[in-house]
């Protein structure tokens, strides 16, 4: 069987490294915080080239904590896209706010910002892209309608550590292109990030952080990330959370975070390789000149993705569905749009399909999924 993602051989590859730092935080006694925490924050923090990094409990935390953070609340309107995990829409209603859904561009997954002026009302209060797969989405008229009408911009970077944009029409191809070009989770006012298991820089259990360069929403989340206080046994604001990243995972995850590069770079080169093969059976991902995609998933559409995704499993090919039912179909949430309102998205949930990914792939296995995509009809 060729799974979507082996987590197993990722361990394998550096199991040594990995049980090196799991011994040194059980023999130090330190579980909360602490050292291996503080030198992932600044680890992350040079590799995003931001100044502050909060981390947490989990990526939807993250959402949570700097929409607080950002002042969002009840009566507040946020613009976001009903094509992503649920966790986007969720942190909203987490903090009182309303979710206001735009739909998506077929050919990316992510937000059409030509559609978000006529979503505002006098209530927007902020602008809630995802870049979803690992793509960077159309920021730059993302944040132009944001800074037009006074709006915080949240990224939802989960599923895109790693992956670049480039604001200027650069002429260079991104991947060897000198400029620094800006990452995803750093060009709005805050990104949020997921280190769950599956992201292409995971820990072993969840695991989430902000990114952000503005020093007072740092401060307000990390404040509430410790139920809202600075000093222990001391509160200074109401309703905080127990959401921090343990010792354990950041030890974990600093052993991870310097191959995360070259982990993406090979995510790329196959599906380089998938591009080339399945250019005629499947409508594979399109990829903007303005982003480097990092191919957290490969997904590709096909009108009877359902037929397909069987004759991989007949063939022993993992393949997955992100997402099967876009948010405003999903029973908690009809209440946002109609069914028919938002169609890109809806056609989106109705074609597409994940294939095999990760950096471990070896180049017979990238073949044998290619030959059986080719062989479905």
Not at 127 to 146: K, N, S, T
Request: aromatic residues 8%.
């Amino acid at each position: 069987m060729i799974p979507i993602l082996d987590l197993r051989q990722e361990y394998l590859e550096l199991k040594a490294e990995i049980d090196q730092a799991i011994g040194r935080v059980l023999a130090s006694g330190g579980f909360v915080g602490g050292l291996e925490v503080e030198a992932l924050e600044a680890e992350l923090a040079a590799y995003l080239r931001v100044p502050h990094i909060v981390t947490c409990g989990s990526g939807t935390d993250a959402l949570v904590l700097a929409l607080r953070a950002m002042g969002i609340g009840p009566g507040d309107e946020v613009l976001t896209t009903p094509f992503t995990f649920i966790a986007t829409l969720e942190a909203i209603l987490l903090v009182g706010a309303t979710p206001v859904l735009v739909d998506i561009d077929p050919h990316t997954f992510n937000l059409q910002p030509a559609l978000l002026a006529q979503a505002l009302t006098p209530y927007t209060r902020a602008v809630l892209p995802v870049h979803l797969y690992g793509q960077v989405a159309p920021m730059g008229e993302i944040l132009a309608f944001a800074q037009q009408h006074g709006l915080w911009v949240l990224e939802d970077a989960a599923q895109a550590i790693g992956a670049r944009y480039c604001p200027t029409g650069c002429q260079h191809p991104l991947e060897a292109c000198r400029c620094t070009h800006p990452l995803a989770g750093t060009l709005g006012h805050a990104g949020a990030f997921s280190l769950y298991p599956t992201k292409n820089l995971g820990a072993y259990g969840d695991g989430g952080f902000v990114a952000t360069r503005d020093p007072r929403l740092a401060e307000e989340a990390r404040l509430l990330a410790v139920h809202g206080s600075k000093e222990r046994y001391h509160h200074v604001r109401p309703a905080g959370y127990t959401s921090r990243l343990d010792a354990l995972q950041a030890a974990i995850l600093r052993a991870k975070l310097p191959y995360l590069e070259s982990w993406n770079t090979r995510r790329r080169q196959i599906a380089q390789a998938y591009n080339q093969g399945l250019k005629n059976h499947v409508q594979i991902p399109q990829e903007m000149p303005y982003a480097l995609h990092i191919y957290h998933q490969y997904t590709v559409r096909h009108p009877e993705r359902d037929r397909l995704a069987a004759h991989l499993k007949a063939q022993g090919i993992g393949s997955s569905v992100h997402y099967p039912v876009p948010a405003h179909l999903q029973p908690a949430y009809r209440h946002l749009a109609p069914q028919g309102s938002l169609p890109a998205a809806e056609a989106a949930a109705r074609e597409v399909l994940s294939l095999p990914m990760h950096p471990f792939l070896r180049e017979d296995q990238v073949e044998k999924v290619i030959a059986a995509v080719q062989r479905f009809a």
